[in-house]
């Protein structure tokens, strides 16, 4: 396994700059190339720490484009991809699902076909696609995903990450790609771009800023700290089966509300204010279409056959990422200015 080449997509975002510096750190006789474009959620400053070392290599790129991608494929000759980059917020794919369609569908073709052509020895090769519980559809008030729970996307998001699932899965079957694939449910943690809740609710409560909260906060969502899913990334990229899924999840359910008022909580003890400041900040603005109810995962057969679980309670991490936002202003004033501003104005500003 040493001297592996692995291409990472997407490592400059928020869950692939995770599985970048797990890789390069935990891993040096792995060459880890970092392929990104770069786009408003992508951001080199979450890699400085590791830039320096001698088995990391940044390459801007688009996975949509073919050429790019097969030349690249060819002057690498990469042993393996862990695939990441998507355009991943679902509001944003309610505005513009073409986009969607473009990096999540047609790109990840277009990494699979220049893997096949690659890789006519397919010993020691892995393709290995991320993707989301999203694609299952929403639960009711009892229930988990379980890796055979049929697709029911709602979103073009979640559509388009289905539609990806499926064509990884083609490929094994039809052209023998040695392909492994994973569903994992809410991310938090550091360096996640601050459209998403849990990062725009820090960030708006810091700066006295109304907490946009949908409907009536009853949506229920599972959260994973970001490092135990690239934890699980690596277990599975290391040990998950060829033609398998795995469901990775924090086993951690909370109603939007309920969490936007912990996070009150915290914010007021971390930023010196008295009891109850944040929570007075909380807005019920107009909902998400389509807004799914309630994600669950059932993580069992990770757990049973790879050995992981969730290392964080909730709390701590919740603590451990508002304490990296607060010391991290630098970062939080870069990606919250130019064209991310304006669309943060069209979205909240005008509700
Ligand atoms: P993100 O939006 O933070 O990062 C996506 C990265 O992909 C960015 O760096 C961006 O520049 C890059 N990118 C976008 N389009 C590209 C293109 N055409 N070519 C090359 N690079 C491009 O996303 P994230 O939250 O880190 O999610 C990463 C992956 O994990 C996605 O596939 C997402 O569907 C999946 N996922 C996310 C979560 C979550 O909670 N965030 C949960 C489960 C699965
Ligand atoms: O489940 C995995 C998915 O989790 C990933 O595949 C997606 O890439 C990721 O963005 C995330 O999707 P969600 O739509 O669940 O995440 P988001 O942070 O956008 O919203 C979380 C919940 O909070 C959801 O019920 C919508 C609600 N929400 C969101 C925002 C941005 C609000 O109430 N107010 C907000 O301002």
Not at 70 to 99: K, Q
Not at 200 to 210: E, G, Q, S, V, Y
Not at 234 to 261: A, M, T
Request: proline share 4%; charged share 25%.
């Amino acid at each position: 396994m040493s001297e592996k080449k692995i291409l990472i997509t997407g490592g400059a975002g928020f869950i692939g700059s995770h599985v970048v510096r797990r890789f390069v750190t935990q891993y040096p006789g792995y060459r880890i190339f970092n392929l990104d474009a770069l786009t408003y959620a992508g951001n080199l400053a979450n890699l400085h720490d590791i830039e320096h070392l001698p088995n990391y290599q940044f390459i801007k790129g688009d996975i949509t484009d073919a050429e790019f991608i097969n030349n690249l494929f060819n002057e690498y000759g990469f042993d393996a991809v862990i695939h990441l980059a998507a355009e991943s917020h679902v509001d944003r794919s309610i505005t513009n699902p073409l986009e969607f369609i473009m990096t999540n569908i047609v790109g990840t073709v277009t990494l699979l076909n220049a893997a096949k052509k690659l890789w006519t020895e397919k010993s020691g090769k892995r393709f290995y696609h991320i993707s989301t519980d999203e694609v299952y559809g929403s639960l009711g008030n009892t229930g988990f995903f379980t890796e055979t729970t049929p697709y029911d996307p709602r979103s073009p998001y979640s559509a388009s990450k289905a539609s990806s699932d499926h064509l990884v899965m083609a490929y094994f079957h039809t052209y023998h790609l040695p392909v492994v694939l994973s569903n994992c449910s809410n991310n938090y943690g550091s360096h996640h771009f601050p459209e998403k809740l849990i990062p725009l609710a820090i960030n708006n409560i810091k700066n006295n800023k109304p907490v946009p909260v949908y409907g009536k906060g009853e949506n229920v969502r599972d959260w994973l700290y970001v490092e135990d899913h690239a934890r699980a990334i690596d277990l599975i990229f290391h040990k998950g089966k060829d033609g398998e899924k795995y469901n990775v999840g924090g086993n951690n359910e909370w109603k939007n509300i309920d969490l936007i008022h912990l996070l009150c909580k915290i914010m007021d003890k971390k930023l010196n204010r008295p009891d109850g400041t944040s929570a007075k900040l909380i807005t019920f603005v107009t909902d998400r279409p389509g807004h799914d109810m309630r994600y669950a995962i059932d993580s069992s057969k990770l757990q049973r056959e790879l050995g992981w679980k969730p290392s964080l309670q909730f709390e701590e991490g919740l603590e451990k990422t508002v304490d990296w936002y607060l010391a991290n202003e630098e970062w939080l004033t870069q990606v919250t200015s130019g064209a991310y501003k304006n669309y943060y104005r069209q979205q909240y500003e005008t509700r």
